[in-house]
């Protein structure tokens, strides 16, 4: 199965930006549709973003609509998340993840070790 690893994480003052990245293993990269999602402490676990096999469709929650873009490079097996304006309520662990086609809510792959991101005031 596969093995994501996602990295780009840190601490960043209100109004800064980061770039996320996921790692993935194997030879199918370019079949997955990929998704990330975030979880604050104490909170569950909530869908960020996604975006189709060729990286020609994407999807965000209105939370983090217009401030963060993903994208992937299929030929690096990566999948990316490009996050502006950031403020203190995106401090969170973020994870990426393979989804099902027919709802992007449905992970179908192990959760990585996530990557923190913290947002300071």
């Known amino acids: 199965q596969v093995q994501l690893v996602e990295s780009g994480g840190g601490l960043v003052q209100a109004g800064g930006s980061l770039r996320l990245s996921c790692a993935a293993s194997g030879r199918t990269f370019g079949a997955y549709r990929m998704a990330w999602f975030r979880q604050a402490p104490g909170k569950e676990r909530e869908f960020v973003a996604r975006v189709t096999q060729s990286g020609a469709s994407v999807a965000y929650a209105d939370s983090v609509k217009g401030r963060f873009t993903i994208s992937r490079d299929n030929a690096k097996n990566t999948v990316y998340l490009q996050m502006n304006s950031l403020k203190p309520e995106d401090t969170a662990v973020y994870y990426c993840?393979?989804?099902?086609?027919?709802?992007?809510?449905?992970?179908?792959?192990?959760w990585g070790q996530g990557t923190q991101v913290t947002v300071s005031s």
């Open positions: 993840a393979v989804v099902s086609d027919r709802n992007s809510s449905v992970v179908q792959s192990p």
